[in-house]
């Protein structure tokens, strides 16, 4: 005799044998498929089991179980906080006793006339319009949105605080008899800058153009203006003065005097407008002559001033006289030494020349 095989595992369903079947026995055989297919049904459940009893026992082994919540149960977890606010948690009798403590202390150092109930059980007894009473004292107050509003006799307030004369004053601190460039004062003045004929940029730049070189008394610009010393400077940041000077640069006027330009009069002819010159002296002579003399082929003398040239002396060509006599008059050139500084000036006062920017 032998057993059949068992399988864990489900069949959806249990055969039936049929009356046609032949009574054919063995592991295979038909007459034994319905009891081989509840033998594996069986042996499937009884796994699921054991599975389910092994999770189960590890489970209650662990520590991983719900927490407790207001609307489900759960595991509570105590805590000794005394300000918690969480809504798992349940507070143990240290909690309460230091909560307990803190509220008779505060009993216990409260002053009398906070008693409460004791006020107001002697109100109610001894007034029975005590509803009424409290009611009308509330009436009374003020309201905070009101901000003042509701005060009812204000002027008395203010006396109370002491401040009657501080708003007389206040009053009269602004006379409206006075105006200001035609504009009364009883009301906020905006004075504008031809109400105080003050100088804008927009009429700084009609009056004085973005670019005109000004002298200035000092050795730094003021600001919002350039030293004309040369150097390059942002035209998109001051296009205005780029308009002056389409070079993106500033003059260098330095040491320099400033010469009308020629514009085709034909003093200073073949300039141009910013450029530069050197030094220059117009040409001239100094000269002067000494005068000497031979008479009568004698020794060379010194002439005098007056003395006259003899009648016939060309100067130029230094010819003889011809009026007789054996005197001769010889005439000698001479210049003078070199004198002076390094350039031709007039007096003058040193100033830094400079532009507005913008």
């Known amino acids: 005799m032998s057993y059949l095989k068992e399988q864990a595992e489900w069949a959806d369903g249990i055969y039936q044998i049929e009356t046609s079947d032949p009574v054919l026995g063995g592991p295979d055989g038909i007459t034994n498929r319905p009891a081989r297919e509840l ?11 054991k599975a389910a009893e092994a999770a189960l026992r590890a489970h209650t ?18 805590s000794n906080a005394n300000q918690s606010s969480s809504e798992t948690e349940a507070a143990t009798p240290k909690a309460v006793k230091i909560v307990n403590d803190r509220l008779n202390a505060v009993v216990d150092h409260a002053p009398s006339d906070l008693d409460t109930l004791n006020k107001l059980a002697q109100a109610i007894s001894n007034n029975p319009k005590f509803a009424e009473s409290v009611t009308q004292l509330l009436s009374q107050k003020l309201a905070k949105n009101e901000n003042g509003a509701d005060i009812p006799d204000k002027n008395l307030f203010l006396e109370n605080l002491g401040l009657t004369e501080t708003v007389d004053c206040a009053k009269n601190a602004t006379p409206n008899q006075r105006k200001i460039n035609g504009k009364t004062l009883t009301q906020d003045v905006q004075l504008t ?3 105080v004929h003050a100088v804008t940029p927009e009429v700084l730049r009609v009056e004085i153009p973005v670019g005109i070189p000004l002298p200035w008394p000092a050795e730094r610009a003021p600001t919002g203006w350039f030293i004309c010393n040369g150097e390059p400077f942002d035209k998109k940041k001051y296009p205005l ?37 050197t030094a220059s002296l117009e040409r001239h002579a100094h000269g002067y002559r000494d005068r000497y003399y031979v008479e009568d082929d004698g020794p060379l003398g010194h002439a005098n001033n007056k003395e006259k040239m003899p009648v016939g002396y060309n100067a130029d060509t230094g010819s003889r006289a011809t009026d007789g006599d054996n005197d001769s008059f010889l005439f000698i050139d001479k210049t003078t030494s070199n004198a002076g ?18």
């Open 61 to 78: 082994r662990s520590r991983n179980h719900p927490d407790a919540s207001v609307s489900e149960k759960g595991f509570v977890k105590l």
């Open 193 to 195: 800058a031809t109400d």
């Open 39 to 49: 033998a594996n049904r069986t042996a499937w459940l009884k796994q699921q089991l």
């Open 241 to 277: 003065l780029a308009l002056a000077y389409p070079s993106g640069k500033l003059p260098d006027l330095r040491g320099e005097f400033i010469r009308g330009w020629d514009a085709g009069r034909g003093v200073n002819p073949r300039r141009k407008v910013l450029s530069s010159e």
């Open 341 to 358: 500084g390094s350039e031709t000036r007039p007096r003058n006062v040193a100033f830094n020349y400079i532009v507005r920017a913008a």
